[in-house]
Structure formats: structure tokens, C-alpha cells
């Protein structure tokens, strides 16, 4: 049995003073004769150039990502986490003095921090919970470490005494993994840009 071949389809030369037609002897041949592989070739270098660079880039990402301690990922996963927290309460007061960003004393009105009722040091079962982290103003969170008296009685008005009851429970104490805190970190992530994107609708 005598199968037969397709003719070689032609292609044209990309150089452009060119653009001859040819038939490729290679594949991935994109120009007809060495000549116009010359005149092709500053166009291919900066491409090249390009690639590598991408690659580079890629690669001292990795090499970072491996560098990373424990602590470095949980400051990451909880940085995530705050920025959630923070867009999620973004029309709330402040959880402790309800003061909002049209007050005008800058410290209590102009910039917000993710504030934990328990303390990440106190109970660091719950530094990723999100019923134990509100926005709250700068002035409370940093000055008057979290005004906890206040908060904790905006926060049964918020979620109600059994979940704050819940809070203030004991906890299993619970050591992450790296891979966990990267799952959360990705999860947190990911809760935001779908916040953002109901925000843009």
C-alpha cells in the first residue's frame, strides 16, 4: 500500500523586505535563506532576551519562596487575612469607638488595622479567625491595645454573645504546617479578589 504525502505547504517569509513564499526544510522555519535569517536575527535576540529574563525572574521567585522561615510564612498568611478582614468590614465603624473614615481625628478615622479581640499571643488558635478579627481603628488597635472592654461589648452587638462566649472558650492548640499556612494565605487571597470583584460590579 503506497501512502501518499500532502505537498509541503508554502509559507511566507516573515522578514519583511522580504516576505518571499518557501518551503520549510525545518520545523518552526519561519524565513527563506540564511540571508534573512541575519536580517531576522536582532528581532529573535530581543525575544530571547526576553524569555530568559522571564525565566530568571521565575526562578529567584522560587529561590525566595524556599528561603522563607515558618515565621515568614504565617506574617504572609496573616497579612492575607488582615486585608480580608479589612475589605470585609470596609462599611463598619470601628469595632471599638465606632469611629469611621469620615471622622476627622486621623488617628481613629483615616487608617484601619485588622484588630484581634484575643490577642494572637493570648490564644493563637484564633489568629486566623475571622469571628475574632474586626477592623478597628489605629488609635484603639495600637494606642489603647485594642480598647478590648469596648470592643468586646460592639462585638456581642455584632455576632452575638454565644459566638463571642465561643471565643473566649478554650482552644485545641493547633501548630501549621507551612502547606497549611500557604492554603490559608491562597484561601484569604481569594476571598479578597472575590470581594473586590462584587465591589467592581
Given at each position: 500500500m503506497v501512502i501518499e504525502r500532502k505537498p509541503a505547504k508554502l509559507k511566507k517569509?516573515?522578514?519583511a523586505t522580504c516576505w518571499a513564499s518557501f518551503v520549510p526544510a525545518l520545523l518552526g522555519q519561519a524565513v527563506c535563506s540564511p540571508a534573512c535569517a541575519i536580517l531576522d536575527a536582532p528581532k529573535n535576540l530581543e525575544r530571547a532576551?526576553?524569555?530568559?529574563?522571564?525565566?530568571e525572574r521565575r526562578e529567584i521567585k522560587v529561590r525566595k519562596e524556599n528561603l522563607k522561615s515558618r515565621a515568614d510564612h504565617l506574617?504572609?498568611?496573616q497579612a492575607?487575612?488582615?486585608?480580608?478582614?479589612?475589605?470585609?468590614d470596609a462599611h463598619l465603624p470601628c469595632i471599638s469607638c465606632?469611629?469611621?473614615p469620615n471622622d476627622n481625628d486621623l488617628m481613629t478615622g483615616s487608617r484601619w488595622d485588622a484588630g484581634h479581640y484575643r490577642s494572637v499571643g493570648a490564644c493563637p488558635e484564633l489568629r486566623f479567625e475571622p469571628l475574632n478579627i474586626h477592623r478597628q481603628c489605629v488609635k484603639?488597635?495600637?494606642?489603647?491595645?485594642?480598647?478590648?472592654?469596648?470592643?468586646r461589648i460592639r462585638l456581642v452587638l455584632r455576632i452575638g454573645a454565644e459566638k463571642v462566649a465561643w471565643i473566649e472558650g478554650p482552644h485545641e492548640t493547633c501548630k501549621y504546617t507551612v502547606d497549611e499556612i500557604k492554603a490559608i494565605k491562597?484561601?484569604?487571597r481569594?476571598?479578597?479578589?472575590?470581594l473586590k470583584k462584587g465591589e467592581a460590579a
Open positions: 517569509c516573515r522578514v532576551r526576553k524569555s530568559l529574563a522571564q525565566v506574617r504572609e498568611a492575607a487575612v488582615n486585608e480580608f478582614i479589612r475589605l470585609r465606632d469611629s469611621t484603639c488597635n495600637r494606642n489603647l491595645s485594642g480598647n478590648a472592654v469596648e470592643y491562597a484561601k484569604y481569594a476571598m479578597t479578589r472575590e
